[in-house]
């Protein structure tokens, strides 16, 4: 390489080192190799910077770093029993946490301290031991090759000395030095690592809850020497009697306690093992049944009579399940109840009609899936004549009894007890209770429900928590039938209240019949006046029922023979049906506005469908065994195609509806069907408007 010329970068290295020599010597004055952009710097202020004095540069603005949490509340209020008032607590936790780790520390001074350090004493003698000690295996391999390097050595001296003399030397140092042994490693038995995953915790949440506090009542009260003398001896005179008692009992006696107290024991044994297979028991029973009426359960879901194609609009019921049981052998079907919610469930309700044949009453709940047996039985002392079942709470069962009193039974309660139950205190019926209604809760959100009987009275009774409280709404009155009595005193004939029904969107009205044949339209807000009075029937109203899709219109049915059917705004029937024979009850149909149903006492059922024949019944079928048996009463199914009539022998038949007796519109080419409440008032309303034609032409 020439002088005066070098690479490159030992150049800049050169020229760098230079330049920082020149500006330690000449401190802030610049060179003249130095770049244009080093020479002046200018200060570019941006628009937006506020133009501040020096006073107001100079002013300082302190901050104080406190060791406060801003993020903890400082609303925390808490109850105080002690003053009896909510109070705002002062100190709040400041403490936030960034990290915790789980450590374990262990003093020298500890047991556990000392058994470590010996532990790690032991480890490091053993090393050194491990380093001193030579295996004899070792000691021969050095020996073989010192005497193969000696005879390389002497090979070698043979040919150059200089070589040799060097490998003399080398051999004599590795003599001189002692040759380190290598280290062993050595198992440590107590160096073990810990293997583990760590799950995800779930986050833990606080779940308070704030109570009212337990009511306190003030007590005070004086102890004298002479009270509590008094309190030790009326207990040693009670301790005297009962040692007295045990003396005047004989050994028989004695005997025989302990014998009905083993007897308890083992019957309590006995039902605990009763109670352990019900529930398996009864879905055995289910099975058993389902085998035995196998084909009636396949008539009841698939069976349609083809023959009702050649009847000419006529039906036919076909009956499916007989339900009975040997305790309601003698007592007439007095009411019919389908459950709300469960379809299969209903309700029958035992009594007797006649009034020198009154004896107990059942209420008895039967499922399809078991007609072999009810799946409630509840009895009471006095005969049951009408029932209705909660549409919200399914498991209340309100009844009415023939010596005026009304009592709620609970299904989900096992004892046979009712829940609630009036007396002569609480304000129950004089005479039977002929029906009884559930109605929406009041304003509280209590339970009510209403009953009418032949004393007059139609009564609200409300639940409260462990009584019933009742409440008059109206008192009937027959009309002109008003005597004068002694000093001018006009006497009123109370009106024999028989059937009653609420209307299903205005929750005020309702309709009663009497014993008289008149049927009264009442309000619950009037109790002195009714809103209407119709001349029904000659002989007592057996039942009123509310159309369940026309708001004007009801039906009511009496012992006079007749079925009629009426628009609440006319006083006069729009349609009536003579049957030949007292009529027990009525129902409407839930999935036509046209077609109801009537039981006589004769033993018949009758299916009426207005749509298709206005003038007499579609069906006209006996469905008692034996023609002395009087039906009392009928119910339509909500769901399925089947109705349940009662007798007066305690019998309940289901019977299943043909086709013509529950005939839709007919599809027609291109054109949608149409269904729903509109179609039902629409199809009713065109029959109640060729009748009122036909009344205002005459």
Same mark, same amino acid.
């Given at each position: 390489?020439?002088?005066?010329?070098?690479?490159?970068?030992?150049?800049?290295?050169?020229?760098?080192?230079?330049?920082?020599?020149?500006?330690?010597?000449?401190?802030?004055?610049?060179?003249?190799?130095?770049?244009?952009?080093?020479?002046?710097?200018?200060?570019?202020?941006?628009?937006?910077?506020?133009?501040?004095?020096?006073?107001?540069?100079?002013?300082?603005?302190?901050?104080?770093?406190?060791?406060?949490?801003?993020?903890?509340?400082?609303?925390?209020?808490?109850?105080?029993?002690?003053?009896?008032?909510?109070?705002?607590?002062?100190?709040?936790?400041?403490?936030?946490?960034?990290?915790?780790?789980?450590?374990?520390?262990?003093?020298?001074?500890?047991?556990?301290?000392?058994?470590?350090?010996?532990?790690?004493?032991?480890?490091?003698?053993?090393?050194?031991?491990?380093?001193?000690?030579?295996?004899?295996?070792?000691?021969?391999?050095?020996?073989?090759?010192?005497?193969?390097?000696?005879?390389?050595?002497?090979?070698?001296?043979?040919?150059?000395?200089?070589?040799?003399?060097?490998?003399?030397?080398?051999?004599?140092?590795?003599?001189?030095?002692?040759?380190?042994?290598?280290?062993?490693?050595?198992?440590?038995?107590?160096?073990?690592?810990?293997?583990?995953?760590?799950?995800?915790?779930?986050?833990?949440?606080?779940?308070?809850?704030?109570?009212?506090?337990?009511?306190?009542?003030?007590?005070?009260?004086?102890?004298?020497?002479?009270?509590?003398?008094?309190?030790?001896?009326?207990?040693?005179?009670?301790?005297?009697?009962?040692?007295?008692?045990?003396?005047?009992?004989?050994?028989?006696?004695?005997?025989?306690?302990?014998?009905?107290?083993?007897?308890?024991?083992?019957?309590?044994?006995?039902?605990?093992?009763?109670?352990?297979?019900?529930?398996?028991?009864?879905?055995?029973?289910?099975?058993?049944?389902?085998?035995?009426?196998?084909?009636?359960?396949?008539?009841?879901?698939?069976?349609?009579?083809?023959?009702?194609?050649? $009847?000419?609009?006529?039906? !036919? /019921? =076909?009956?499916?399940?007989?339900?009975?049981? %040997?305790?309601? #052998?003698?007592? &007439?079907?007095?009411?019919?109840?389908?459950?709300?919610?469960?379809?299969?469930?209903?309700?029958?309700?035992?009594?007797?009609?006649?009034?020198?044949?009154?004896?107990?009453?059942?209420?008895?709940?039967?499922?399809?899936?078991?007609?072999?047996?009810?799946?409630?039985?509840?009895?009471?002392?006095?005969?049951?004549?009408?029932?209705?079942?909660?549409?919200?709470?399914?498991?209340?069962?309100?009844?009415?009894?023939?010596?005026?009193?009304?009592?709620?039974?609970?299904?989900?309660?096992?004892?046979?007890?009712?829940?609630?139950?009036?007396?002569?205190?609480?304000?129950?019926?004089?005479?039977?209770?002929?029906?009884?209604?559930?109605?929406?809760?009041?304003?509280?959100?209590?339970?009510?429900?209403?009953?009418?009987?032949?004393?007059? $009275?139609?009564?609200?009774? !409300? /639940? =409260?928590?462990?009584?019933?409280?009742?409440? %008059?709404?109206? #008192?009937?009155? &027959?009309?002109?039938?008003?005597?004068?009595?002694?000093?001018?005193?006009?006497?009123?004939?109370?009106?024999?209240?028989?059937?009653?029904?609420?209307?299903?969107?205005?929750?005020?009205?309702?309709?009663?019949?009497?014993?008289?044949?008149?049927?009264?339209?009442?309000?619950?807000?009037?109790?002195?006046?009714?809103?209407?009075?119709?001349?029904?029937?000659?002989?007592?109203?057996?039942?009123?029922?509310?159309?369940?899709?026309?708001?004007?219109?009801?039906?009511?049915?009496?012992?006079?023979?007749?079925?009629?059917?009426?628009?609440?705004?006319?006083?006069?029937?729009?349609?009536?049906?003579?049957?030949?024979?007292?009529?027990?009850?009525?129902?409407?149909?839930?999935?036509?506005?046209?077609?109801?149903?009537?039981?006589?006492?004769?033993?018949?059922?009758?299916?009426?469908? =207005?749509?298709?024949?206005?003038?007499?019944?579609?069906?006209?079928?006996?469905?008692?065994?034996?023609?002395?048996?009087?039906?009392?009463?009928?119910?339509?199914?909500?769901?399925?195609?089947?109705?349940?009539?009662?007798?007066?022998?305690?019998?309940?038949?289901?019977?299943?509806?043909?086709?013509?007796?529950?005939?839709?519109?007919?599809?027609?080419?291109?054109?949608?069907?149409?269904?729903?409440?509109?179609?039902?008032?629409?199809?009713?309303?065109?029959?109640?408007?060729?009748?009122?034609?036909?009344?205002?032409?005459?």
């Amino acid at each position: 390489m020439r002088p005066g010329w070098c690479l490159p970068g030992f150049q800049s290295i050169s020229v760098g080192r230079g330049t920082r020599k020149r500006d330690e010597d000449s401190g802030t004055e610049v060179g003249e190799g130095t770049d244009e952009w080093a020479q002046s710097k200018a200060t570019v202020r941006p628009p937006d910077q506020l133009e501040l004095t020096d006073a107001e540069l100079k002013e300082e603005f302190t901050r104080i770093l406190t060791a406060n949490n801003p993020h903890a509340p400082q609303n925390i209020v808490r109850y105080s029993f002690k003053e009896g008032t909510y109070k705002l607590i002062g100190v709040v936790n400041q403490l936030a946490v960034h990290f915790s780790q789980v450590g374990n520390l262990i003093p020298k001074d500890s047991d556990e301290g000392r058994r470590q350090h010996y532990r790690d004493e032991l480890a490091a003698s053993s090393q050194e031991s491990t380093k001193v000690v030579i295996s004899e295996t070792e000691i021969l391999e050095e020996e073989e090759e010192l005497k193969e390097t000696e005879a390389e050595t002497e090979a070698g001296s043979q040919t150059d000395m200089p070589v040799a003399e060097v490998a003399e030397k080398v051999t004599e140092e590795e003599f001189m030095t002692p040759k380190q042994p290598k280290e062993r490693k050595l198992t440590n038995k107590f160096n073990f690592s810990e293997r583990a995953s760590q799950t995800l915790n779930n986050p833990l949440r606080d779940r308070e809850c704030q109570m009212e506090p337990p009511p306190r009542t003030n007590f005070s009260a004086t102890a004298n020497q002479w009270e509590i003398y008094d309190a030790y001896v009326e207990e040693l005179e009670k301790q005297e009697k009962t040692k007295e008692k045990e003396k005047a009992k004989t050994p028989v006696a004695k005997k025989m306690g302990k014998m009905a107290m083993r007897k308890m024991t083992s019957m309590e044994s006995q039902s605990d093992d009763i109670t352990k297979v019900t529930q398996a028991a009864k879905i055995v029973e289910r099975m058993v049944n389902q085998n035995t009426y196998d084909d009636v359960a396949q008539d009841f879901k698939y069976y349609e009579d083809a023959a009702d194609e050649y $009847r000419d609009q006529e039906g !036919t /019921l =076909l009956p499916l399940w007989k339900f009975q049981n %040997d305790k309601a #052998k003698r007592l &007439a079907v007095t009411a019919l109840c389908w459950n709300p919610k469960y379809n299969d469930l209903f309700a029958v309700g035992h009594g007797s009609y006649d009034f020198m044949k009154q004896s107990q009453g059942m209420l008895l709940l039967y499922s399809m899936k078991n007609p072999s047996f009810p799946e409630y039985i509840f009895s009471s002392e006095s005969g049951i004549m009408c029932l209705d079942m909660h549409v919200d709470h399914p498991y209340l069962v309100v009844v009415g009894h023939y010596d005026g009193n009304v009592a709620i039974y609970n299904l989900k309660k096992p004892h046979s007890q009712p829940s609630f139950r009036s007396s002569a205190k609480s304000g129950k019926h004089t005479d039977p209770v002929w029906q009884v209604r559930w109605q929406k809760d009041d304003m509280d959100n209590n339970l009510n429900f209403f009953s009418v009987s032949s004393d007059g $009275r139609i009564v609200s009774w !409300t /639940l =409260l928590k462990s009584e019933l409280v009742h409440t %008059d709404v109206i #008192k009937l009155k &027959a009309e002109g039938s008003t005597t004068d009595g002694l000093d001018g005193l006009q006497l009123h004939t109370m009106g024999c209240g028989t059937a009653f029904d609420f209307h299903k969107e205005i929750d005020y009205m309702f309709l009663v019949g009497t014993e008289e044949g008149k049927i009264y339209k009442c309000s619950k807000s009037y109790s002195s006046k009714f809103l209407d009075t119709y001349d029904a029937h000659n002989m007592a109203v057996d039942a009123v029922s509310w159309s369940p899709y026309h708001t004007k219109v009801f039906m009511s049915c009496s012992s006079d023979w007749t079925v009629k059917i009426w628009d609440h705004t006319i006083k006069t029937p729009m349609f009536i049906y003579d049957l030949n024979s007292a009529v027990g009850d009525v129902a409407w149909a839930p999935y036509s506005s046209t077609v109801f149903a009537a039981v006589t006492t004769n033993g018949k059922t009758h299916v009426f469908d =207005l749509s298709i024949n206005k003038y007499e019944a579609i069906c006209s079928q006996p469905v008692v065994t034996k023609k002395k048996n009087k039906i009392t009463h009928v119910q339509f199914n909500p769901i399925h195609p089947i109705i349940i009539v009662g007798d007066d022998r305690g019998h309940v038949i289901c019977l299943k509806l043909s086709p013509n007796l529950r005939k839709m519109p007919k599809e027609k080419k291109g054109q949608e069907v149409q269904k729903g409440p509109a179609v039902e008032i629409a199809k009713l309303d065109k029959l109640l408007n060729l009748v009122r034609e036909v009344k205002t032409k005459t």
